[in-house]
């Protein structure tokens, strides 16, 4: 049994295809094939069933392909830890970004970070939360960036920045208020995005407002939303960073809400409990700095970056 034949179990799993595994360890299918005949043989047991149609692993390789992705991340940790001694940052860094986060974050972010680090080997895959959370926890990405309040075992939250969340209006809308309380979003056509506005931490909720609103509709992405308010009436919620994707006459249209904490959509970045990279994951942070809007990022995060 060697490392290699390891990451071969890991790669079927993963594709539960002999042909997409092979590609992604840049070997050739029937090496592969032969490697892991290889280790069944060797222990006398089979790691996969294979059909002409599927690939799925036993009940015993099952075990099997979890204890390989346990001994491999930890035989790569030891190489992160002399990385984060020596205070060198490369390598790969395998990053997941929210849907609803990603359009905001991603095209400044991609930029900087390339002329900042270029010794890293970036992979950014957008990703929902849940997804997210399971990945992290089989060691396929070091770290993801998704809304707030998604804690579970085994995965550390850390605080990133918070943003505004505003009122975005039709101009046919009567309710031209300057500035929106949460209670004045329950009395006009509301239309909301499913996943993006539902704040889990905040002291109103847009989804509960659902029952409340006289024509509710969940659109898939916030742009959607604005030009349907403006086709069709009534008012949504945008993010602050949302902003710049707006005319200047759209923009007219925008009123914010009173109360910070009341209105704002909150963003973490989520890392394995025992995650040792601490110099890789500032460079998120440090990229981050340089292009998001002044007092969004956490004050510890801008003053003491993260600690592990």
């Known amino acids: 049994m060697n490392l290699q034949q390891l990451r071969y179990i890991i790669a079927v799993n ?7 595994a092979a590609d992604s360890c840049n070997v050739s299918q ?4 032969a490697m892991l005949q290889k280790l069944e043989e060797e222990l006398d047991i089979r790691i996969f069933d294979r059909t002409n149609r599927s690939v799925t692993p036993t009940t015993a390789g099952e075990k099997i392909i979890r204890q390989a992705e346990n001994a491999l991340m930890e ?11 020596k205070g060198q ?3 790969g860094f395998r990053l997941s970004v929210g849907p609803t986060i990603a359009p905001y974050i991603l095209p400044k972010f991609i930029r900087h970070y390339r002329e900042m680090y270029p010794t890293v080997e970036l992979s950014i895959q957008e ?13 396929e990405l070091d770290a993801g960036m998704a809304i707030s309040g998604n804690v579970c075992d085994g995965v550390l939250e850390i605080p990133l920045y918070a943003e505004k969340f505003m009122v975005y209006l039709a101009e046919s809308c009567w309710r031209k208020l300057p500035v929106f ?23 109103f909720s847009f989804c509960k407002a659902r029952s409340k609103g006289t ?45 910070d904490y009341l209105s704002q959509r909150r963003v973490s970045l989520y890392v394995k409990e025992d995650y040792v990279r601490e110099r890789m994951l500032n460079t998120i942070t440090d990229t981050m700095k340089t292009f998001m809007p002044a007092g969004m990022i956490g004050e510890g995060i801008m003053k003491y970056g993260i600690r592990l």
Not at 75 to 85: A, F, K, N, T
Not at 181 to 202: F, G, T, Y
């Open 89 to 91: 940052i490369g390598g």
């Open 127 to 139: 990703m929902k939360v849940n997804f997210m959370i399971e990945a992290l926890q089989r060691g």
């Open 215 to 259: 024509h509710i509709y969940e659109a898939g992405s916030i742009t959607t939303l604005v030009h349907i308010v403006d086709e069709n009436g009534g008012f949504t919620i945008i993010p602050e960073m949302h902003l710049p994707f707006l005319n200047d006459r759209q923009r007219e249209n925008v009123r914010p809400i009173e109360g």
């Open 30 to 33: 029937p090496t592969l094939s």
């Open 181 to 203: 309380k949460p209670e004045n979003l329950e009395h006009e056509n509301m239309w909301i995005m499913k996943d993006a506005q539902c704040l889990r931490d905040s002291a």
């Open 75 to 85: 035989i790569e940790r030891i190489g992160e830890i002399v990385s984060e001694d």
């Open 14 to 20: 993963r594709f539960r295809n002999f042909a997409k």
